[in-house]
Nanobody
């Protein structure tokens, strides 16, 4: 059974930093692209970034220069380092796994975690 478990969310002031982690089990982690998505109340789930099994990564324009994705295949874990956080980054953050290397759409992801809440106060 595939499990993706996010952690590291919380409440932070604007300008602060958080690092989210997502621990995966039950799948061949090193052969999956791992993605991060977020969803604010009343909004669609949106792409934040992804990192392929080879280590190539992409982040959305809204977080470019502030967020970085990395992975540790030995620990089956993917990270989202979030710096210079803004109130508009407030959302539930989800990690997901895909067999598609350059997966940008949520529909390309087969497995999802339960999410972790990030709240940025102004």
């Amino acid at each position: 059974q595939v499990q993706l478990v996010e952690s590291g969310g919380g409440l932070v002031q604007a300008g602060g930093s958080l690092r989210l982690s997502c621990a995966a089990s039950g799948l061949s982690f090193s052969s999956h692209t791992m993605g991060w998505f977020r969803q604010a109340p009343g909004k669609e789930r949106e792409f934040v970034g992804r990192i392929s099994y080879s280590g190539g990564s992409t982040v959305s324009d809204s977080v470019k220069g502030r967020f970085t994705i990395s992975r540790d295949n030995a620990k089956n874990t993917v990270y989202l380092q979030m710096n210079r956080l803004k109130p508009e980054d407030t959302a539930q953050y989800y990690c997901a796994a895909s067999r598609v290397e350059y997966a940008l759409s949520r529909y390309a992801y087969s497995y999802w975690g339960q999410g972790t809440q990030v709240t940025v106060s102004s």
